[in-house]
């Protein structure tokens, strides 16, 4: 992903849960701290700047459908709320991409996972990274 972004012209940096020592990170997984969903990179393009969590690795890319946990979109939305205007991306492992906002919209009125602990949108929903972020083609271009 961080690979993708910079063939597009973006600098990437890691942030989040994944930088922070193992101790740290076996303590989070033990809470319910919305610093367990902080975004895994933050990115500049010139004055744009942007921020990702990564859903690479989620078995729902598989599928039609991508299953992202509440506590997810409903830290994500707090996120953007209080660092407006810093957008916040979900990109998932096929480079699929949706915000917070989109994610619940796309499931306001569709059916949940039976354990209410996930929101299930289609894939079809999603964005193609290269409407968001660009192209390589675009960078080439410049």
Same mark, same amino acid.
């Given at each position: *992903? ?5 063939? &597009? +012209? ?6 989040? #849960?994944? =930088?922070?020592?193992?101790?740290? #990170?076996? %303590? /989070? ?7 367990? #969903? $902080?975004?895994?990179?933050?990115? %500049? ?12 690795? *989620? ?15 409903? !830290? +994500?939305?707090? $996120?953007? %709320? ?5 957008? /916040?991306?979900?990109?998932? @492992? ?12 796309? =499931?306001?009125? !569709?059916? &949940?996972?039976?354990? @209410?602990? $996930? ?5 079809? &929903? %999603? ?6 972020? @660009?192209?390589? @083609? *675009?960078?080439?271009?410049?």
């Amino acid at each position: *992903m961080a690979a993708a972004l910079r063939a &597009r +012209g973006w600098t990437v940096h890691p942030c989040g #849960q994944g =930088t922070y020592p193992p101790a740290v #990170q076996e %303590a /989070l997984r033990r809470t319910r701290s919305a610093l367990r #969903q $902080f975004p895994d990179l933050i990115a %500049a393009r010139g004055s744009d700047l942007v921020t990702i969590d990564a859903k690479d690795r *989620m078995s729902s890319t598989d599928t039609d459908r991508y299953a992202i946990s509440t506590a997810t979109v409903n !830290a +994500g939305l707090l $996120f953007t %709320a209080a660092h407006a205007p810093t957008p /916040l991306y979900y990109v998932f @492992g096929d480079l699929k991409v949706l915000t917070p906002a989109e994610v619940v919209h796309c =499931t306001a009125h !569709a059916l &949940r996972h039976r354990s @209410g602990s $996930f929101h299930l949108v289609c894939t079809e &929903r %999603a964005h193609h990274f290269d409407e968001v972020f @660009g192209s390589e @083609g *675009m960078l080439a271009a410049a």
